[in-house]
Every structure is written in C-alpha cells, then in structure tokens.
C-alpha cells in the first residue's frame, strides 16, 4: 500500500496569499485526520472527517482555516488569507474502520512556511 | 490539565545501551487506548503500538518492550541494545473513548543515540 500522501511536501508563501494542501488517505480507510505540529504547541488536531463528513473541527483555529473532503481519496486543508503564525508542519492521517480507529497512519506532512 | 506527560525532553545514549522513555497518562475514563509513535529525522509519524487499557501485558517486539502499569498510570517504551537508526522523537498518546477519537498527545521525547 502506498500509505497516506501529501502535497506539496515543502510550501513556502507570502504572507496574504491563499495555501491548499493536499491527503489521499489510505484506500479503504473511512477516518481521515488533519493535524498541525509546532515546536510551541506540539501535535494539534486540526479536523477529522469520517466517510467524507466532517465530525470534529473544533481544533480549526480560525475561520481562515478550511477542509473538505469531496470524495473518499482526496481532503484539502486551506487557508486563507495565510499569516505567519499559520508557520508549521501539517499532518494528514488516516485509519480504519470504528475498531481500528485509533490506529492512525500519517503521510510525510507538509512543512508550510509563511513570509 | 496535561494528560499525557513525557517528563525526559531528551536522552542521549551510546550505542547497545538500554533506553528507557517515560510516559505518564492521566484519565478518569475505564476504557482508553494508549500510543506510542516515533518520529524520526525524517519528520513522518510512525505507529509503534497500541495498547487498550483493559489488557496490561506488557509487549516485545524485537528490541523494542512496552511496560504498561494501570497502578502507576504509566505506559513505559524500553529499547534494548539501541541502535543509531532509533535516534528520534518518540510520541507517547492517549485516546479517551468518549473523545471522539481524539489522540491526546505528550510533549514527545527527543531520543539520541550516539555511534
């Protein structure tokens, strides 16, 4: 299996702009996690959607923050406008079923840098 | 209230030493699950185990061992004869069952093992 993938693995933007980052989960996987990791706050999670349907997104700091998931392969977390404190590595995991749902399998993240 | 805590920031060893990583839990809940991930230079996540809290064997594999002790709240990741490749940030987590699934993270200890 290819694991979870991410993209872009490196993102590096102006302050202003707009930022979309890419997950395909796991195949077969029906939870899917976003989490972001700095050296301030460690590993927060973000949103995590369950067959496509957002469940929690309590962790979404601000309405800046977005995520959807249009199909079972494919999730975006965006932001907009991007700030400098939105600096961080985003992480995207993906687990299955209710019994396994603990188990989370993560991609490689994404590193975003905002100037 | 802190609920996972990794009281060693960071460990440095030599190489074949014995290494031990703390990890301290706290919850008012009978069912929970409990994580270990590692998270090597690299930057990915990586799942080392699960343990649900009804079931306190401990666990080998290869050279990692897991110590899981209800009485103490601890759940304790020993690696035997460390190898230079095990050099990373290692995750200890906790899952509530009433938390929507959520992984209640600690702060991470940095391990080093040096050749």
């Known amino acids: 299996d290819a694991g979870v993938i991410q993209s872009p693995r490196h993102e590096v933007t102006e302050m202003g702009q707009e930022v979309t980052l890419r997950c395909k989960p796991i195949s077969g996987h029906d939870y899917l996690f976003w989490y972001r990791q700095t050296m301030m706050r460690g590993l927060e999670l973000l949103i995590y959607?369950?067959?496509?349907?957002?469940?929690?997104d309590s962790g979404m700091p601000e309405d800046r923050f977005s995520a959807k998931m249009p199909n079972a392969s494919f999730s975006t977390l965006k932001i907009q406008p991007s700030e400098p404190r939105d600096s961080a590595v985003y992480f995207c995991a993906s687990s299955l079923g209710r019994d396994r749902l603990y188990e989370q399998y993560f991609g490689p993240g994404t590193r975003l840098t905002v100037t | 209230a802190q609920k996972v805590t990794q009281a060693q920031t960071e460990i440095s060893v030599v190489e074949k030493e014995d290494v031990t990583l703390d990890c301290v839990y706290e919850?008012?809940?009978?069912?929970?699950?409990l994580f270990w991930y590692k998270q090597p230079p690299s930057g990915e996540l990586v799942f080392l185990i699960r343990r649900n809290s009804f079931d306190e064997q401990n666990e080998i594999s290869g050279r990692y061992s897991w110590n899981f002790q209800k009485s103490t709240s601890s759940f304790n990741f020993t690696i035997t004869a460390s190898q230079v490749v095990d050099s990373a940030v290692y995750f200890c987590a906790l899952s509530e069952a009433g938390s929507n699934y959520q992984l209640i993270w600690g702060a991470g200890t940095k391990l080093i093992i040096k050749p």
């Open positions: 959607f369950n067959n496509n349907v957002p469940i929690d």
């Open positions: 919850t008012r809940d009978t069912t929970y699950y």
